[in-house]
């Protein structure tokens, strides 16, 4: 195969993520995808980049993209239903690089690298999406119509370490709290 047909495979292949089902649900009911949870995540962060000039935005765009990645092959594990004695990332970690398999050495060093990154938290733009991908998280659920056993009160703790990343991201907790309350109390999910 030439170099741009790997490409086009491992595209193919991360093109699962659209049809890789989360925990959570849209505002007509439909059961949202990996794809949908990570280029939404890409344009919050898009949102936020005049509030960081001091970040490097390429960058935080390609951790988004990059960060849920491996579940194209065995699909998303709900913080709920994590096993302990095997961390997600893990799983996680050993499907990209299975998934990563056609690209060329430099190209699976760089996407192995962003992974790394976002997983480890060894950058400022690692850690401020990884507070975005909780935040991100926490909003779909208050807004999706959600079956009615839906345990919106496990979003008041769901990610509190990493979205006290700085006041942007602690504002936007606030909010996304707010929300939570309202949903607790039966109230229906802010509409756009």
């Not at 195969?1 to 890789?20: C, P, W």
């Not at 936020?48 to 194209?72: M, Q, S, T, W």
């Not at 345990?151 to 509190?160: K, W």
């Not at 006290?164 to 229906?188: M, N, Q, S």
Request: net charge negative.
């Amino acid at each position: 195969m030439s170099k741009l047909e790997n490409i086009l495979s491992f595209v193919r292949l991360a093109g699962r993520l659209k049809d890789t089902p989360r925990s959570a649900y849209t505002a007509l009911g439909k059961q949202e995808s990996t794809a949908e949870h990570s280029w939404r995540l890409a344009l919050l962060a898009m949102t936020l980049k005049p509030k960081y000039p001091n970040l490097d935005f390429g960058r935080v765009l390609e951790l988004c993209i990059v960060h849920d990645l491996g579940e194209a092959l065995h699909g998303d594990i709900p913080a709920v239903d994590q096993d302990p004695t095997r961390p997600k990332s893990t799983a996680e970690r050993d499907d990209l690089i299975t998934m990563l398999a056609s690209l060329a050495e430099a190209d699976r060093l760089r996407f192995l690298d962003a992974w790394e990154d976002y997983e480890n938290g060894g950058s400022p733009e690692s850690r401020l999406v990884k507070a975005l991908d909780k935040l991100e998280t926490i909003f779909q659920h208050n807004e999706g119509c959600n079956p009615p056993d839906f345990d919106y009160a496990f979003n008041l703790d769901y990610g509190r370490k990493q979205t006290d990343f700085d006041d942007v991201t602690r504002t936007l907790r606030e909010l996304a709290d707010a929300e939570t309350r309202r949903r607790i109390k039966g109230l229906p999910p802010i509409q756009a």
